[in-house]
């Protein structure tokens, strides 16, 4: 399956409205159609409410799940604090992240109320940022070429995102328009998935794939399942061939 797109809301310091935007940002997708999911980082501990809950975790459970209907909360044990764990549990389309500074995933929108505030930010996190969202009345000017929102002006913003969402799935794609997956294009299958869709690329799903003179040739999955099988069976057959490989390579020349 493709990666996720992230997008993540940073800033110097709390309460200047990462929280208001990012929401924003949700509703605005949702009311697109798109899966979105949410990961924020806490400062601070966070606290089980749910008296229940917090037995089950102090007596040792790796994993507790509360459910409820229409909302179900999972406590996970031992929780390495970092963006790459914190995404393997959203498992949406599009992850929306307030907070996680150092982190380099993703694109990154900074939320700022002064030049200042900008320049400190662009200094520690050393990368350009896909935008900047000024909370303040007063202009924000940078030395690098920057698009900058107000924070009453979001639609430009909500606009990149949306195209940046496209291109970060097109590019994990052959854009080759196939219609392998049965969709003319692959733009569509793109806009299938991340409204909710299971399905796929198949030419470039993981177990095969064919490279002549540097170029990949796209297979269906038919022609991957027999390459599949067929090699999978000839090479068990092999002296000296361990039963947990995990790659095969194999080069044929015209010389």
């Known amino acids: ?21 990012a929401c924003f940002l949700v509703k605005e997708l949702k009311t697109r ?11 601070s501990p966070v606290n089980l409410e749910e008296k229940d809950s917090k037995r089950y975790i102090e007596s040792g459970s790796d994993v507790v799940v509360v459910s409820s209907s229409g909302l179900a909360v999972v406590y996970i044990r031992s929780h390495r604090d970092i963006l790459e764990d914190a995404i393997t549990y959203a498992k949406t389309p599009i992850i929306i ?3 996680f500074r150092e982190s380099r995933l ?6 700022a109320s002064s030049s200042e505030e900008l320049k400190t930010m ?7 940022p896909l935008a ?15 698009k900058i929102f107000n924070e009453n002006e979001l639609s430009g913003l909500i606009e990149l995102v949306e195209t940046r969402i496209l291109e970060h799935y097109l590019e994990q794609t052959p854009r080759t328009n196939c219609g392998m997956c049965g969709y003319s294009k692959c733009k569509e299958l793109i806009e299938a998935y991340i409204r909710g869709g299971n399905l796929w690329c198949p030419v470039i799903s993981r177990g095969v794939k064919l490279i002549i003179d ?3 040739i796209p297979l269906n999955p038919f022609v991957k ?8 069976g000839l090479v068990s057959t092999l002296r000296g061939v361990t039963p947990t490989w995990s790659k095969i390579t194999i080069t044929i020349s015209k010389d």
């Open 33 to 43: 159609g798109y899966r979105v999911g949410v990961i924020k980082h806490a400062v």
């Open 97 to 99: 992240v307030e907070g």
């Open 122 to 128: 662009l200094d520690s996190i050393r990368v350009k």
């Open 132 to 146: 900047v969202v000024n909370t303040s009345n007063a202009s924000i000017t940078s030395s690098i070429d920057l």
């Open 106 to 111: 993703g694109d990154v929108v900074i939320i």
């Open 214 to 216: 540097d170029v990949e």
């Open 225 to 232: 399942s027999i390459i599949n099988s067929t090699l999978q």
């Open 1 to 21: 399956m493709p990666t996720p797109y992230i997008i993540r809301f940073i800033s110097t310091r709390s309460g200047v409205g990462k929280t208001r935007i």
